[in-house]
């Protein structure tokens, strides 16, 4: 498998924004982030289908980030405002070769090594 690439993690105050960003070297149909914070599972955050940008978040993240991509630099992006202590995790992207929007870790075959965020209060 080729990993991906992901950058843009760091840290900063609780209120603030991070832009995440994720290189695929490979081409791929459906591609999301989920993060997994300590002694947690890894969880949802956000996918999003290259074809026609349509997205889908999980609640805790709904109206404060924002996936996009960019098709001809094969990068996906997610926008994280107003963050808060509890979104403090290590962030992956994935991909996926197929065009279901999914949330299930399973369906994703393509993953990056993580970049971590933290917030602090």
């Known amino acids: 498998q080729v990993p991906l690439v992901e950058s843009g993690g760091g840290l900063v105050q609780a209120g603030g924004s991070l832009k995440l960003s994720c290189r695929a070297p490979v081409r791929t149909d459906t591609m999301g982030w989920f993060r997994q914070a300590p002694n947690k599972e890894r969880e949802f955050v956000a996918a999003?289908?290259?074809?026609?940008?349509?997205?889908k978040y999980t609640d805790a993240t709904k109206g404060r980030f924002i996936i996009s991509r960019d098709i001809a630099k094969r990068t996906l992006y997610l926008q994280m405002n107003t963050l808060k202590p509890e979104d403090t995790a290590v962030y992956y992207c994935?991909?996926?070769?197929?065009?279901?929007?999914?949330?299930?870790?399973?369906?994703?075959?393509?993953w990056g090594r993580g970049t971590q965020v933290t917030v602090s209060s």
């Open positions: 999003i289908r290259l074809r026609d940008a349509i997205t």
């Open positions: 994935a991909a996926s070769v197929s065009e279901l929007l999914s949330g299930d870790i399973n369906m994703y075959g393509y």
